[in-house]
């Protein structure tokens, strides 16, 4: 490895100031509050500075795993289901582009084709649609390789289509096992 990185203050100020905002919007869609999500991001840049050899100069991505790690953990404690919101309204309208009440009916469909989704599958579709991660920084966060994550993100994206079409997809059978003339 090459010579180690000077972490001192004024890099632990550019990471927040660069970052905390974007930390904080991390937790607000995966919890009921404000407060909470403040508390959140502030634990993550406690473990930023502790750990701050290890944080990667594009750190974003470490942060946002830190905070999964984190919110597990609370979780966990708790033993609980977590009080996750998948995606707020607001997000849902503005990546959108749209308004009024073709947006409503379409935060409506998508949150509750989300809710229908394993947690593993909304926190891929989060990072890459939400927390604009590219597939190679969400398995960072996920803690896997980039092909495992790329393959997650397929199949949740299949199983969001799925859900938003309210029909459950067709098993889809090899031709030569086909038994009607519809089926091939």
Same mark, same amino acid.
């Given at each position: 490895?090459?010579?180690?990185?000077?972490?001192?203050?004024?890099?632990?100020?550019?990471?927040? @100031?660069?970052?905390?905002?974007?930390?904080?919007?991390? /937790?607000?869609?995966?919890? !009921?509050?404000?407060?909470?999500?403040? +508390?959140?991001?502030?634990?993550?840049?406690?473990?930023?500075?502790?750990?701050?050899?290890? @944080?990667?100069?594009?750190?974003?991505?470490?942060?946002?795993?830190?905070?999964? &790690?984190?919110?597990?953990?609370?979780?966990?404690?708790?033993?609980?289901?977590?009080?996750?919101?998948?995606?707020t309204g607001a997000d849902?309208? /503005?990546?959108?582009?749209?308004? /009024?009440?073709?947006?409503?009916? /379409?935060?409506?469909?998508?949150?509750?084709?989300?809710?229908?989704?394993?947690?593993?599958?909304?926190?891929?579709?989060?990072?890459?649609?939400?927390?604009?991660?590219? @597939?190679? +920084?969400?398995?960072? @966060?996920?803690?896997?390789? &980039?092909?495992?994550?790329?393959?997650?993100?397929?199949?949740? &994206?299949?199983?969001? !289509?799925?859900?938003?079409?309210? &029909?459950?997809?067709?098993?889809?059978?090899?031709?030569?096992?086909?038994?009607?003339?519809?089926?091939?």
């Amino acid at each position: 490895m090459g010579p180690p990185r000077n972490r001192d203050e004024g890099w632990f100020t550019s990471l927040y @100031v660069a970052e905390y905002a974007n930390v904080v919007r991390y /937790g607000l869609r995966r919890l !009921a509050d404000a407060d909470a999500s403040a +508390e959140l991001a502030q634990e993550v840049f406690v473990v930023a500075w502790r750990r701050r050899q290890e @944080v990667p100069d594009r750190g974003l991505p470490w942060l946002y795993g830190v905070a999964r &790690r984190l919110l597990a953990n609370h979780w966990r404690s708790r033993r609980g289901a977590p009080d996750v919101l998948p995606i707020t309204g607001a997000d849902l309208a /503005g990546a959108a582009g749209s308004s /009024g009440a073709d947006a409503t009916v /379409g935060v409506a469909d998508v949150l509750a084709a989300l809710t229908g989704l394993s947690e593993l599958d909304q926190e891929i579709l989060r990072l890459v649609g939400w927390e604009e991660l590219t @597939v190679s +920084e969400a398995a960072q @966060v996920l803690g896997c390789t &980039r092909a495992t994550a790329a393959v997650r993100l397929h199949r949740a &994206r299949r199983r969001l !289509a799925e859900a938003m079409s309210d &029909r459950p997809a067709q098993p889809r059978r090899h031709p030569a096992l086909a038994t009607t003339r519809e089926e091939l």
